[in-house]
């Protein structure tokens, strides 16, 4: 039989990665392109759309021709996107009406206070959120109340507004496809997840126009086909679209529930497979869709994190302390310890489970003697820390013990971070072999939505592992950093007052 070729596309916040599968569900090929993030105000994060979407035509080129193949020899397209990211465009021109204002985004964060003073338990528990600026729906309220024509052209019937899966997609059908999944329209805080529709009532609060917002679809299935004018000349099924982190929690097959992931990108987000049961958090985790296959949910316990290896990249991009990521390893283990410095990369808040819009980045600590290496220890060490804040309330909320976790992303290839992450956690982590299981887990969604793939019985055990760190701290040692750490965090809180 002739090979057959899958392509995941994951669409983060600082790049495209573009995986390709063979038919035994191998990686062959790859390719990456990278795209900037846009400050113009303290607090605000955008990206330029169209920057996005050259940066996927890129990464997909790259990976056909890394595989000797080309685009229409493609079966299926699957897609993962950075969630609460949100875009508006004129429905007509396919003009962007902003710029796409980034998850990290706060600067709505003093409106969705407000929402929750008024309801936030409604919106609780109809979307299993809190209300915060994280999400999408502030940010689409933001975009129609301070965009010149926005609100006109909405009477014109000539804007949606979508997370960055919905817009890739309707870009790259030439418009003739506008949908979204149940993961994706769970992280806009517009969604019921007890009855799997936009919600009138959240709706009607926030003012925003049902009609602007797309098809609510399964995770799995085909939605369309992309044009050959847009998409590399190609004409291929789009048949798997999810937010990256159930993508990541898909590609580490955590089909059984109490199953868990934990992906180190920018931020860092662990979440946990709940079944088909919406399973409620007191702790400041999230209640969210993992994903939907035909017609039945699946739920997940989220813990996010803003920065992780956003604090590598300020490092590097603002203090010109390393030169690339890879060097802080080494420089990690030569500093022997942290020196007592503790690195708080709150730079645009906190997030699970102490969910402080306020609070802002802090290095606390720090002597005559705090040295290069201590401060890059630092900001690795804050990674873990806050895995183990997120994974201590998980632990509150579940019902079987917790005991090994598998994780994936960038960040998993530093040894350093890894063992310390086991020794803070107390408990085992697998790395995987394939460290980009977002992709991998929107690949497997698409050959599983055109029926290559026709159960997750056949994509379990296709997961190797690459290595396994055990915990190799007492416990004194463990409580007196997190002691430190815990009052780090405290010194963060509340800093921003207007």
Not at 253 to 276: H, Q, R, V, W
Not at 402 to 408: A, E, G
Not at 486 to 492: D, F, L, T
Request: with cysteine; charged share 20%; proline share 3%.
């Amino acid at each position: 039989m002739p090979e057959k070729y899958y392509l995941g596309i994951d669409q983060g916040t600082t790049g495209t990665a573009a995986l390709i599968l063979n038919s035994n569900l191998e990686v062959i090929s790859q390719g990456y392109a990278d795209y900037k993030l846009l400050y113009p105000k303290p607090g605000w994060v955008e990206h330029n759309p169209i920057d996005i979407w050259n940066a996927v035509l890129d990464a997909v080129l790259q990976a056909c021709n890394a595989a000797n193949i080309k685009p229409a020899q493609l079966e299926c397209i699957g897609i993962d996107h950075e969630g609460e990211t949100v875009i508006a465009w004129d429905n007509i021109t396919g003009e962007p009406l902003y710029n796409a204002i980034v998850w990290q985004d706060r600067r709505t964060a003093r409106y969705a206070d407000s929402l929750i003073e008024q309801y936030g338990e409604t919106i609780r528990q109809k979307t299993g959120l809190i209300a915060d600026a994280y999400f999408s729906a502030t940010k689409i309220k933001w975009i129609i109340d301070n965009v010149e024509g926005v609100k006109e052209k909405i009477k014109a019937k000539r804007v949606y507004a979508g997370n960055l899966g919905t817009w890739l997609i309707w870009k790259m059908t030439h418009g003739k496809v506008y949908v979204t999944d149940c993961s994706t329209a769970s992280r806009t805080m517009l969604f019921n997840i007890n009855t799997c529709e936009w919600d009138e009532d959240i709706l009607g609060i926030l003012d925003i126009d049902k009609d602007i917002l797309p098809e609510i679809c399964d995770s799995s299935m085909i939605y369309g086909s992309t044009d050959p004018i847009d998409f590399l000349g190609a004409d291929v099924p789009i048949s798997g679209l999810a937010v990256d982190q159930q993508a990541a929690l898909f590609g580490q097959e955590c089909f059984a529930p109490g199953s868990i992931k934990c992906t180190y990108g920018t931020g860092c987000f662990m979440l946990m497979n709940t079944g088909n049961i919406p399973v409620y958090s007191n702790n400041g985790l999230l209640t969210t869709v993992a994903w939907r296959i035909n017609g039945e949910m699946a739920f997940a316990l989220d813990g996010g994190v803003y920065a992780t290896g956003a604090t590598t990249q300020w490092l590097r991009d603002k203090l010109n302390i390393i030169s690339n990521a890879s060097q802080t390893e080494q420089m990690a283990v030569d500093a022997k310890d942290n020196g007592g410095v503790y690195f708080v990369p709150a730079f645009t808040g906190l997030a699970a489970p102490h969910w402080d819009s306020y609070a802002r980045g802090t290095i606390v600590g720090i002597t005559g003697g705090t040295t290069r290496e201590q401060i890059v220890r630092a900001a690795l060490e804050s990674t873990a820390y806050q895995v183990k804040d997120v994974l201590d309330v998980m632990n509150l909320n579940a019902n079987i013990p917790i005991n090994k976790i598998r994780v994936d992303g960038g960040a998993v290839a530093n040894s350093f971070l890894m063992q310390f992450q086991a020794d803070l956690l107390d408990i085992s982590i697998d790395v995987p072999v394939v460290k980009n299981t977002t992709a991998l887990g929107s690949a497997f969604l698409g050959a599983l939505g055109i029926e290559d793939i026709t159960s997750l019985n056949d994509i379990s055990h296709h997961l190797r592992l690459d290595k396994t760190y055990t915990p190799n701290m007492n416990d004194d040692e463990r409580n007196t950093l997190l002691y430190y750490w815990h009052k780090a965090v405290e010194r963060s809180k509340n800093w921003i007052e207007d």
